[in-house]
Nanobody, 115 residues
Framework: QVQLVESGGGLVQPGGSLRLSCVAS????????MGWYRQAPGKQRELVAT???????NYADSVKGRFTISRDNAKNTLALQMNSLKPEDTAVYYC?????????WGQGTQVTVSS
């Protein structure tokens, strides 16, 4: 079983930046695809970005050019650098890991973009 703990959320003004981190309970070198998802109030959870063990990245169109996903095997950490934040980026952000045909989720971290 993989445990994931997110951190780094908070309140930021439009145009600002935040960096989210997700620490795994085991070596992420053994984990397949990892990703960030988000869920805004009243909306379904949606994909933000994913990254494969080989470093291939996939982004939602709404965050391309603003967000960067990365994984650090040495620190068992998945990160999401978010720049040029917009009010519509407000949501709870979740870390996800695919391992041995199962998917594991973190508890989420709130990101609020507001002036």
């Amino acid at each position: 079983q993989v445990q994931l703990v997110e951190s780094g959320g908070g309140l930021v003004q439009p145009g600002g930046s935040l960096r989210l981190s997700c620490v795994a309970s085991q070596s992420i070198a053994t984990i397949n695809i990892m990703g960030w998802y988000r869920q805004a109030p009243g909306k379904q959870r949606e994909l933000v970005a994913t990254i494969t063990p080989g470093g291939s990245r996939n982004y939602a169109d709404s965050v391309k050019g603003r967000f960067t996903i990365s994984r650090d095997n040495a620190k068992n950490t998945l990160a999401l650098q978010m720049n040029s934040l917009k009010p519509e980026d407000t949501a709870v952000y979740y870390c996800k890991a695919d391992f041995l045909w199962l998917s594991y989720w973190g508890q989420g971290t709130q990101v609020t973009v507001s002036s």
